[in-house]
């Protein structure tokens, strides 16, 4: 990945099929990285792109044309918080777990836009974006910090996917025991 990526850009479709041709018409419309190029649950596919906002833009622009009808959900972000791709990628390592929140959502796309709303909105660390493999193609962020920061960064993830209609649940858990987080999916 490249170190100038400033933005992420998202389509999640219903067809795996366009999934592929989508993926390579925005590799081949702009300089853009490919995070993400896959199949997730259940039965559609995900291309995550990141790169600098004018790519990441052009990118998205020949996606959302060839996908039209199959597309599903969508995001840019122009200026993503550095965390987010670490914990997007599982190479996040967290040695103390204060507080612990949690936000669900049923898309891919509303859980990454929750996510960087909430580490953007208070000092709190991203545990894990957990992007809809295994789990019915829901989406799951899960943050840590002092319990009034965690409480705060919910609230601002929330907040911002909540006229989206795809809130799950949230919640925060002030004092959770080391074994809650053990074993992730």
Do not use: W
């Not at 996606?63 to 996040?92: K, M, Q, Y």
Request: charged share 20%; proline share 2%; net charge negative.
């Amino acid at each position: 990945m490249m170190n100038d990526n400033s933005a992420i850009g998202m389509i999640e479709l219903n067809s795996i099929a366009k999934g592929y041709a989508v993926g390579d018409a925005m590799l081949k419309a702009a300089n853009i990285d490919i995070l993400f190029n896959r199949t997730i649950c259940p039965g559609k596919f995900m291309v995550m792109v990141a790169g600098d906002v004018a790519a990441v833009e052009a990118a998205m622009d020949a996606g959302l044309a060839l996908g039209s009808e199959t597309i599903v959900d969508e995001l840019i972000i122009p200026n993503v918080h550095r965390s987010v791709f670490a914990a997007i990628s599982g190479t996040r390592v967290i040695e103390h777990t204060a507080a612990l929140g949690i936000i669900e959502t049923f898309s891919v796309a509303s859980i990454i836009e929750a996510a960087d709303a909430a580490v953007k909105a208070a000092d709190v660390e991203l545990i894990d974006v957990h992007l809809a493999m295994a789990i019915g193609g829901k989406g799951y962020v899960t943050i840590t910090g002092d319990v009034a920061a965690v409480n705060a960064a919910v609230e601002a993830g929330t907040a911002h996917i909540r006229d989206k209609g795809v809130l799950v649940d949230k919640v925060v858990i002030p004092q959770p025991r080391e074994e809650i987080l053990r074993d992730r999916v």
